[in-house]
């Protein structure tokens, strides 16, 4: 029987709770994830503004509650490389500042 | 409340066989996920460019038969996500979604997932899900899979999907068999019903009101479309009347769904937390973490500190091993050019014996001689693609390209143009914006093309025998370097505007496959032979009888060129433009017939000077070295070869791009006006410094 997913019916999973909290709070005085230091952990809040890039953004995997690995900044400082759910991307500054985030987990 | 989204009404939409007999298969997936090596196994060397009307890109078409039944089998370009953003994106969603000309939508689209990437892969999957086209999901790189580590259960995930999951490794061709099995099962209607995803209460009640507007209006679209006409995705009003889609936008702008700002927000959050929770138990927990060996090579190729160094050296080998390890084949071909053309005027005596000997085997062969160079240097670029590193590259440069006013991105089409200026030009689909697009196409020919090479090779040993090597390093930079200043000046005035936004994937590294890097070699040789068959010996000829015509009756038969032959009263139209660049008349008439293409302009040297009655024991070093009038000119020839439009293929290519006559006119003449331009100021330089 093929997997039927349906929108909060009685057994939410973590992730999808932590979704429907986090839309619920205001993220718009937080970190953004342009200023966060190479080597920390992060966990999206949310995505600020509408439009193309902030969909193609959730499109590919920054979803509020995703965990995103903030890998290095490229030598002339701009772009930077982050990993998450699997795979590498890189995002220039001024569209990581689109994403804020909570929860910072530092380099050890 | 919400089933008859998922059947019923919607079903009757299940595209409709076209006319030919064989079943369409489109190939379809996330960039880099192994779409055409599959393709290549799949299909062999059944393969031809199909002609889609009102595709301006090149799709690829092969036939691959499985027990007798044939099937087509189209590759399309990468996309991410149906709401495409780039040109190339379009291409692909448009052909899923509506179909293209006589086509029409494909009968069965196979998505290829790169095992390693799962999860976000998997959001193209619900969304094709949801076109209600059937789906074979071809998990691959599958060996990759099981070396780091990740645990999938093909068979438990393809039991949730409702859809075939076959583990395949494209590079080796395994898999493919239970492929084709599951393609020809899947089109013989024995189908499960496919995975749903329940959104929340308000964005369900928005889907199926559109859904009956569309019905009532005598229209029924998928539910994919649906949700596409709710998130006001342009594209989705494809088909539709105009009053539909304007009731669609209505609905749409009149709620608000459950969770998350707007449509889209809710979509796409439902689509994750659905992934997430079907991927629980399929696949291991390890199925985020990165393979450690991309991890250790980024750690040095694209470090702070090593990796512009590390990026430079990689291109300053390529140019060097292109021009030195291909010194030692051309010098052999060279050596059989001159011995073959001497034992065809000796064997065939009189006027054919000339045209053969002088005008076909002399022109053919001066372009011949660098087919060692020109393979070496896409094999170059090939290797640096498919390793992996092509994406690095432009993950170091974007800041560089930026200062062009131009995308990251477009550093792998400019990087391109090193190889051919007309696939660079093509793979300028790969940027978002319609202004990077003209921007990088109008930049794209000051990357010295792998054409410009022979000439480049050929004055050089002639006259830096030494510092080879160098000098042809220098042009390859001085063009790039043009191409920097230019783009900065053009991203100032004519074409202003804001870049498109910068998300480049970095794929793991890979290992070139041995057959992909033949394949290119194959093709690429194939290419040459062909043009150099075509339009080369057809011009080289044609120089050879214009420069041979028209001498007195008698005199015919015998070799050497007269000063009065049509060549010459063309030459002497065009010398007094080239006269303060130091060039010299075959100098002249092989720039002009180098429009065409830039082969010809060494085949038209090599035909000139063999006419030329010293130069019958000469190799054609030996002949250029007298027929240049110094170091200066040269380098003026050369700057002049690098920076002038580099071919009418490039011309017909840009005008095919860009759609815009004057953007092609533009191009051509700023480029040729630049190029003598810069050729004078080399030649004036030049003849100061060296006196």
């Not at chain 1, 995103?68 to 500054?93: H, M």
């Not at chain 2, 291991?284 to 160094?309: E, K, M, Q």
């Not at chain 2, 057809?538 to 032959?565: H, N, Q």
């Not at chain 2, 009038?629 to 002049?640: E, R």
Request: proline share 5%.
């Amino acid at each position: 029987m093929a997997f039927r997913w349906r929108f909060g019916n009685g057994h939410k999973t973590a992730r999808q709770s932590a979704i429907t909290r986090s839309m619920a709070e205001t993220c718009g005085k937080r970190q953004n994830l342009s200023e966060v230091e190479p080597g920390a952990t992060v966990e999206i809040c949310c995505i600020e503004g509408g439009g193309r890039l902030a969909r193609r953004l959730a499109e590919m995997g920054f979803i509020p509650g995703t965990s995103v690995d903030v890998l290095r900044r490229a030598p002339l400082s701009d772009p930077i490389e982050f990993q998450l759910r699997g795979y590498l991307v890189s995002l220039r500054r001024e569209e990581a500042r689109l994403v804020r985030i909570k929860h910072i987990e530092l380099p050890a | 409340m919400h089933d008859h989204s998922n059947g019923g009404s919607s079903h009757s939409l299940t595209s409709v066989r076209s006319g030919a007999a064989a079943p369409l298969i489109a190939l379809t997936g996330n960039p880099n996920s192994g779409k055409t090596t599959l393709f290549n196994q799949l299909t062999g060397s059944n393969q031809k460019v199909a002609n889609y009307s009102g595709v301006t890109v090149e799709l690829r078409e092969g036939v691959a038969s499985y027990d007798g039944v044939p099937f087509r089998i189209l590759d399309l370009p990468g996309l991410y996500s149906l709401s495409a953003v780039s040109p190339d994106e379009e291409i692909a969603r448009d052909l899923i979604v509506h179909g293209i000309g006589a086509a029409g939508r494909p009968d069965l689209i196979v998505q290829v997932i790169d095992g390693g990437r799962l999860e976000r892969s998997l959001l193209l999957t619900m969304q094709l899900i949801e076109q209600n086209i059937p789906i074979v999901i071809a998990l691959n790189m599958y060996d990759e899979v099981a070396r780091r580590g990740l645990l999938i259960d093909p068979k438990l995930l393809s039991e949730r999907l409702g859809a075939p999951v076959i583990p395949t490794v494209g590079n080796k061709g395994s898999g493919m068999k239970l492929l084709m099995a599951a393609i020809k099962s899947s089109l013989n209607g024995s189908r499960p019903t496919p995975m749903h995803i329940e959104f929340d209460p308000p964005t369900e009640d928005a889907l199926s009101r559109i859904e009956t507007i569309c019905l009532e209006a005598g229209t029924p679209i998928s539910r994919g479309v649906a949700i596409g006409l709710l998130t006001h995705e342009p594209s989705a009003g494809g088909g539709l009347a105009t009053e539909t889609v304007e009731l669609a936008r209505e609905i749409s702008q009149s709620g608000k769904p459950a969770i998350g700002g707007s449509w889209t927000d809710a979509v796409t959050h439902a689509r994750y937390a659905a992934i997430s929770e079907l991927l629980a138990g399929t696949a291991g927990v390890n199925s985020t973490r990165f393979d450690s060996r991309t991890a250790r090579l980024d750690h040095i190729l694209i470090h702070r500190y090593s990796g512009i160094p590390i990026f430079l050296f990689i291109l300053y080998l390529l140019f060097q091993a292109t021009f030195t390890l291909g010194a030692y084949p051309m010098n052999w071909i060279d050596a059989g050019v001159t011995w073959l053309s001497s034992a065809v005027k000796l064997a065939i005596p009189g006027v054919f014996g000339l045209v053969i000997g002088d005008g076909f085997i002399h022109g053919v062969g001066m372009v011949l001689i660098f087919l060692p160079n020109i393979l070496i240097l896409m094999m170059g670029i090939h290797l640096l693609e498919d390793s992996g590193y092509m994406a690095r590259a432009a993950f170091l440069m974007d800041r560089v390209m930026r200062l062009m006013g131009l995308h990251g991105r477009a550093f792998i089409p400019l990087l391109m143009g090193f190889g051919c200026n007309v696939p660079a030009m093509m793979g300028s689909r790969v940027l978002e914006s319609r202004r990077d697009r003209l921007l990088t196409l109008l930049l794209i020919p000051f990357m010295s093309c792998s054409a410009r090479l022979p000439v480049y090779v050929m004055v050089t040993a002639a006259f830096f025998p030494n510092h080879g090597g160098l000098v042809i390093f220098c042009l390859y930079v001085g063009g790039s370097l043009t191409a920097v200043i230019l783009g900065k000046l053009f991203s100032r005035t004519i074409l202003r505007g804001q870049t498109a936004p910068f998300m480049l994937e970095l794929p793991p590294y890979r290992w070139p496959t041995l057959k992909t890097t033949t394949n290119l070699l194959r093709f690429t040789t194939k290419t040459f032979l062909r043009r150099i068959g075509g339009v080369t010996a057809m011009f080289a000829v044609a120089i050879w009888f214009l420069s041979y015509f028209p001498r007195p009756l008698e005199d015919i038969g015998s070799p050497g060129f007269g000063k009065d032959t049509y060549i010459y009263r063309i030459g002497g139209v065009i010398e007094p433009v080239f006269e303060p660049l130091g060039f010299t008349l075959p100098m002249d008439i092989a720039l002009v017939s180098g429009f065409v293409a830039k082969e010809v302009v060494a085949a038209t040297m090599g035909v000139l000077f063999a006419g030329d009655a010293e130069a019958s024991q000469e190799t054609m070093v030996e002949q250029l070295r007298r027929q240049i009038p110094g170091t200066a000119a040269a380098l003026a020839f050369l700057v002049f070869v690098l920076l002038y439009t580099p071919c009418l293929t490039t011309v017909v290519t840009l005008q095919r791009e860009s759609r815009k006559w004057y953007w092609t006119t533009f191009s051509v003449l700023y480029q040729t006006l630049f190029a003598w331009g810069a050729a004078w100021a080399t030649f004036r330089i030049a003849t100061m410094v060296m006196g």
